[in-house]
Nanobody, 127 residues
């Protein structure tokens, strides 16, 4: 089993920045894929960004069009976790952000493709 714990959410004004963290524990894999999703009230959970790690090194990253150029995912070197740096935040970025992981190392943008999930962290962007 893999446990994921997100942190770093909060309230920020439009144009501001936040950095989310996702710490992974339990069973570890040298190759895996992780992603960030978000869910706003009344909306479906949507893909934000993903990362593929092969033999502990970042192989690739991929982003939803809505966050390209503003959000950056990175790997926590030395640990099995990821960060999400969010810049130029907009009110429409307001949502609960979830970290997800899967052992299969392929690009995945659908929630059902992921095996493990964190509990989520709230991000609120005021206008």
């Amino acid at each position: 089993q893999v446990q994921l714990v997100e942190s770093g959410g909060g309230l920020v004004q439009a144009g501001g920045s936040l950095r989310l963290s996702c710490a992974a524990s339990g069973r570890t894999f040298s190759s895996y894929a992780m992603g960030w999703f978000r869910q706003a009230p009344g909306k479906e959970r949507e893909f934000v960004v993903g990362i593929k790690v092969i033999n502990w090194s970042v192989h690739s990253t991929y982003y939803a069009d809505s966050v390209k150029g503003r959000f950056t995912i990175s790997k926590d070197n030395g640990k099995t976790g990821v960060y999400l740096q969010m810049n130029s935040l907009k009110p429409e970025d307001t949502a609960v952000y979830y970290c997800a992981a899967r052992a299969t190392v392929t690009a995945a943008t659908i929630p059902n493709d992921y095996d493990y999930w964190g509990q989520g962290t709230q991000v609120t962007v005021s206008s």
